[in-house]
């Protein structure tokens, strides 16, 4: 990532900042300041949240591509789970004192030779610790050689609502950590799923986003956002820190508890093939159900997107076999009504008197990989022209919303990792030097809380939903030229003002200036509405904080801090 994207040179700053810091505190606070320095430069690590049975492992395999984390209710489903790139497969088990034990995978196998419906599982009846004693497992970490893990590191949780409240208790001190616990965060960004919208989903999410940046004393280390409604912007804030053409953004006050959602928090309708009972138009439905939530979501100020993906189908479409897609071929031959019949319910699918070209204990193993609405899915694209499993799988990855879910996760997490895993180590900084006052790094406190206060990046992000889901009245050009320019195509400097990598400064710094002044115009006109006005005035600080950057190149941020006395 290039040093004008993804916040503006706020990473750059950040390492500054905490380079400053260790300098200045005591052995014990500077280990923990060098463990925010390393968490700048680890892969950016996203934690999949949400109520029981939301189906979080199902979408964790479907985005990996591989059936690496186990779906059936065991005891590791009950587990915080570390899912990191490494060079061979390896499950570790760790418990609260530091043991470790390897643990072993074992794979359940379908018919013809065909994975399990439930693929891997990790076996925790009895492992083997070092140093062998009798001890309860903590939490997992899988290492598992893969492209996506290479970039994010994913954190499985267990389910929020469980039964038992020792399990929900392992996610709550995961993602909301009280006074006692650890300064960093342990999540840069959070992808929470959600079966319905109720008051567990809503209260986890409000505690995600005012314990993210509350520091041990309670004061705000994020700031308080103007307001959690969508139009809330401060026009005047630099989004890199500071205002527009070097001035300097008022700390947040020091007394307010309450602070922005994080940036990284988006919405996952999750198992949406089953808003619709698994009819051919059950993911319009869950579109529908979608934008209800979002709205909802949006008055709150909780979450940036939200949508949906039916992830059975995502998983299986990755993971599609030719054995599976000769099945459906046969069944497409089916008369439309018979099959329409067989697929009245999963058990009657798989009933062995149905006289269908496919065996009985392949059908239900395609209802337990694909789901009645993944069948019916697949038959009809064969219908209609189809050929080979290739084309299959790349359509039902499309249909089952992976893609779109995929471009979100690109345009907010990993184009903006740099900003996300500065946001957590801010955080952490903020907390470690809350909790040793009176020493010399204290002057770098209300910088870190000027930085950590502004919420731009996050309007960015809410805009950018606001436009994947709606239109704002403007002529298709100005739409696309908003959408690129507040970082909808790439966040880098040419990329948000529609430039070539090459092009020189001084070509950056008239597009940056003219954007302002379009864009200031646009947010004046007497016939805009207030959300259209916001709309242009996000775009304004967006532009604002290029010209800002191209003024004073990145490369050296600390200039403005070293003379900071607080």
């Not at 965060?185 to 109720?198: G, T």
Request: net charge neutral; charged share 20%; proline share 6%.
């Amino acid at each position: 990532m290039d040093g004008v994207s993804g916040g503006f040179g706020l990473g750059a700053e950040t390492r500054g900042l905490l380079a400053a810091a260790r300098r200045g505190l005591g052995e014990r606070a500077r280990a923990q300041v060098e463990a925010c320095a390393r968490r700048m430069d680890e892969p950016l690590r996203v934690a999949l949240a949400g109520q029981l049975k939301a189906g979080k492992s199902t979408l964790l395999n479907a985005l990996v591509g591989q059936d690496i984390a186990p779906t059936d209710a065991t005891e590791c489903t009950r587990l915080v789970t570390w899912y990191r790139h490494g060079v061979a497969p390896r499950v570790t088990a760790h418990s609260g004192d530091g043991a470790r034990a390897d643990v072993v995978v074992r794979r359940s196998r379908g018919v013809d030779g065909l994975a399990g419906a439930h693929g891997l599982t990790f076996d925790l009846d009895a492992p083997r610790w070092n140093p062998p004693g009798a001890r309860e497992v903590d939490h997992l970490e899988v290492h598992w050689p893969s492209a996506e893990l290479e970039r994010t590191t994913i954190v499985d949780t267990p389910g929020i609502s469980s039964l038992s409240r020792d399990v929900s208790a392992r996610t709550s001190r995961l993602l909301t950590p009280g006074a006692d616990s650890a300064p960093l965060p342990s999540a840069d960004a959070v992808i929470y799923l959600l079966r319905r919208l109720d008051s567990a989903d809503i209260d986890f999410l409000e505690r995600i986003g005012a314990d993210a940046g509350s520091d041990r004393n309670g004061a705000s280390v994020s700031g308080a956002h103007a307001s959690h409604t969508p139009n809330a912007l401060a026009p005047h804030a630099r989004p890199g820190g500071g205002t527009a053409h070097g001035g300097q953004a008022a700390a947040p006050a020091a007394h307010n508890t309450r602070s922005a959602a994080p940036l990284g928090v988006i919405g996952v309708v999750s198992r949406a093939d089953e808003i619709g009972a698994g009819r051919l138009d059950a993911l319009h439905s869950a579109r529908d159900v979608a934008a209800r939530f979002a709205g909802e979501l949006e008055r709150t100020g909780l979450c940036q997107s939200v949508i949906p993906v039916a992830g059975l189908l995502a998983f299986a479409a990755a993971t599609l076999r030719q054995r599976e897609f000769a099945a459906f071929e046969a069944l497409a031959a089916v008369p439309v009504d018979d099959l329409s019949l067989a697929l009245l319910s999963a058990d009657r699918f798989g009933r062995p008197d149905l006289s269908l070209p496919v065996p009985p204990e392949l059908r239900v193993h395609l209802a337990a990989r694909f789901g009645l609405f993944g069948i019916r899915l697949a038959v009809t694209l064969i219908r209609l022209g189809v050929r080979d499993s290739a084309a299959l799988a790349a359509e039902l990855t499309r249909r089952s919303g992976l893609d779109e879910l995929r471009t979100v996760l690109d345009v907010q997490f990993a184009q903006r990792a740099e900003e996300l895993k500065a946001h957590s180590a801010l955080t952490g900084l903020a907390r470690i030097l809350a909790a040793h006052p009176g020493v010399t790094a204290d002057a770098l406190l209300p910088r870190v809380r000027t930085l950590l206060a502004d919420v731009h990046g996050f309007a960015e992000l809410r805009l950018l939903g606001h436009l994947r889901t709606g239109e704002l009245p403007l002529p298709p050009a100005d739409l696309t030229e908003l959408h690129r320019l507040i970082g909808g195509a790439g966040v880098a400097t040419h990329l948000r003002l529609d430039l070539p990598a090459h092009a020189d400064l001084p070509t950056q710094r008239a597009s940056a200036l003219a954007a302002v002044q379009k864009w200031r115009a646009r947010a004046r006109h007497p016939l805009a509405d207030q959300f259209l006005s916001n709309a242009c005035l996000t775009a304004v600080r967006s532009a604002e904080g290029l010209l800002d950057v191209l003024h004073e190149p990145p490369t050296t941020p600390f200039a403005r801090i070293q003379g900071h006395n607080g």
